[in-house]
Structures are given as C-alpha cells and as structure tokens.
C-alpha cells in the first residue's frame, strides 16, 4: 500500500516570501500521479497542482510549482510570492496509474496548514 | 466553473440511526468518490464508483455503507447503523470526464457528521 507523508503539521511565511511545502511518499509502482489539494477554512478542498510520475519536467502552475525527484520519492510544493488568500491546509495526494480506469482513490497526507503574516 | 455540491452541510444524527448524505457530481463526470476525514486526521478513501457499480473500496468501507446513484444527478452515501466513531468530514468528489487516470478529482465542500 502506497503511504503520504507530510512532516510539517505547520509552516508561517511572511507575505510575499517564498514558502516549501514537504511531501514524501513510499509506493512500489513506477507509474502513478501525484497531486497537492489546498482546503482554505470554507472547506472545498481545491486542486493546486498536479504531476505524472513519468515526466521530468516539474509542473509549475503561476506561483506554484514542484520539485518533483522520483528517486528520493519527493514531492515538494513551493509557493513564491505568497498572498493572504493562499492561507489554508495543503495536502499531498498520490494516486496510482495501475487503476480502472480512474477509480483508484486518492491516498492524502495528513496536511499542512499554512499562515501567511501580513 | 462547476462545482460539486453536498447536502447537508452539517447533519447531526442519534447512534443507531440511518443517514443519508447526499452530493451532486458536476455533470459530465464518470467517477465518483466518497472520502472521510476524522478530525485531527488525514482524508481517507472510502469508495469510487464507475458505469453504476462501485468500483474500488478500503478496508473502512464495510457492511455498514452503500452507494447509490439514484437518478441522472445525484450520489449519496447511506450508513445503516451510525456508530459515534462515524464522525466524520465526508467528501464527496467526482472526475474524469474521460477515461484517463490522471483527471484530477473535484471535491465538494463537504458534510460535518455528527453521531450523537
């Protein structure tokens, strides 16, 4: 079974700096998807970012982006330029290939929550 | 953009009982999904469904829990016999307007249980 782990239950960065959130994930399978979900206090967990394992590259979406290194089996969230509104739980998913389909699900970490001080 | 909608927000409910939560996929989505989180916990897989049959289950997903697709529209999660451990965050989530793996799920905003 896959498992997601997220070391830090907390992270506070100052507005307009650069924060990293930490993901590591232990699977057996070389082929899987990799996704961070963000949850602000109104609850609707929204997608951030996603990443397949069988690309090098790192996904990058405006002032999110990855480092992704499949060896380490690392998957790390960075955030430039953070704003007040990126406050929230961020949490790191993992979900296999090998499903039917789609219908695996998820296998979340336990979450990060994230303060922005103005 | 469409969303995910799940009714109620917050359902109390005495031990013993039934409930039904209940959730809107957005439209032209083909797999649904029910998840949970306890408070303080990370969010647990609990079902996916597919063609009207559930297509993968965890270990939590026992007896004790059904899905249905009722009609064109809506999902729902049925716990025969709530116990006070089923207190929970459900979400509900749907994706894959086509058949790749890697559409990324939507997620609704949730429904607070609370087993009395």
């Known amino acids: 079974a896959q498992t997601v782990t997220q070391s830090q239950p907390e992270m506070s960065v100052q507005e307009a700096e650069t924060v990293t959130l930490s993901c590591t994930y232990d699977?057996?399978?070389?082929?899987?998807?990799l996704f961070w979900y963000k949850q602000p206090p109104s609850r609707q967990m929204i997608l951030v970012i996603r990443q397949e394992a069988y690309k090098q590259q790192n996904a990058t979406e405006n002032r999110f982006s990855v480092n992704f290194q499949k060896a380490a089996k690392s998957f790390s969230l960075k955030i430039s330029d953070s704003q007040l509104g990126d406050a929230a739980m961020y949490f790191c998913a993992y979900r296999s290939e090998y499903s039917g389909g789609g219908a695996d699900g998820l296998t979340f970490g336990k979450g990060t929550h994230l303060i922005i001080q103005p | 953009e469409p969303e995910v909608t799940q009714t109620p927000s917050h359902q109390v409910t005495q031990m013993g009982q039934e409930v039904i939560l209940r959730c809107v996929p957005i439209s032209n989505h083909l797999y649904f999904y029910w998840y949970r989180q306890i408070l303080g916990q990370k969010v647990e897989f609990l079902v996916s469904?597919?063609?009207?049959?559930?297509?993968?289950k965890s270990e939590i997903f026992d007896d004790q829990f059904s899905v249905e697709r009722p009609d064109g529209s809506n999902f729902t999660l049925k716990i025969r016999s709530t116990k006070l451990e089923d207190s929970a965050m459900y979400f509900c989530?749907?994706?894959?307007?086509?058949?790749?793996?890697?559409?990324?799920?939507?997620f609704g905003d949730g429904t607070r249980l609370s087993i009395l």
């Open positions: 699977t057996s399978e070389s082929d899987y998807y």
């Open positions: 469904f597919y063609n009207n049959e559930i297509s993968e």
């Open positions: 989530a749907s994706g894959g307007a086509v058949l790749y793996s890697n559409q990324p799920q939507h």
